[in-house]
């Protein structure tokens, strides 16, 4: 498996217990200490329901420290499956769909070329792999941080309008009145584009 160089962080897949053992702990700090979205555990490991088919992607700095995190699946049904009903409905036409899940960064490294770097890298993978189309959720008061950049192959968002009055949807949205939106990520089949070095 590939991996890229970015400023002082290197981006690349989790291939041993190590690194996996790192993002657990990276999605606990930030899916239970700070979005309070699962229960606590004295070993302070979050491992995913969908782990065993999970991807992951991580950004790596000072040689080994996990300073970053994204999990890619293509198998259905998603976790959006479970959150959006009908979400095929909201879908443009596509070839191969899969779900980009657990953007996590730590806080002292928290910038938006990271988050960039980790979405084009992925989505690279993504081309290669042969999938057109990704899905993604998240809060709209973050919207910033998903978008394509100059680095990140073309794209496509469409954000359908929340028709659930789940708590899950209110409670991601930060506040009542403006519900988060699921925003569909069409990626093109620029494969140069999406494998170019980010800047």
Not at 90 to 98: A, E, G, Q, T, V
Not at 102 to 125: G, M, P, Q, S, Y
């Amino acid at each position: 498996m590939g991996s890229r160089p970015v400023n002082r962080y290197r981006i690349k897949f989790a291939e041993n217990a190590a690194e996996r053992e790192q993002l657990h702990r990276l999605n606990y700090a930030t899916f239970v200490e700070e979005i309070p979205q699962h229960a606590p555990n004295p070993e302070r490991l979050l491992v995913d329901r969908f782990d065993a088919e999970n991807e992951y992607v991580i950004a790596l700095a000072g040689g080994d420290e996990v300073i970053g995190m994204l999990a890619l699946r293509a198998r259905r049904p998603f976790s959006l499956d479970q959150k959006l009903e009908h979400l095929d409905a909201y879908l443009p036409p596509h070839r191969s769909l899969c779900e980009l899940r657990l953007l996590a960064v730590r806080r002292e490294h928290r910038h938006k070329a990271l988050f960039r770097d980790l979405i084009a890298f992925t989505a690279a993978h993504c081309v290669a792999a042969g999938h057109d189309l990704a899905v993604i959720s998240g809060t709209t008061g973050q919207l910033a941080l998903y978008r394509p950049s100059d680095s990140s192959p073309s794209a496509r968002w469409s954000a359908p309008p929340a028709r659930s009055s789940s708590r899950w949807l209110s409670r991601w949205s930060g506040c009542g009145r403006r519900p988060a939106r699921r925003s569909a990520w069409r990626w093109s089949r620029a494969r140069r584009r999406a494998s170019s070095p980010a800047r």
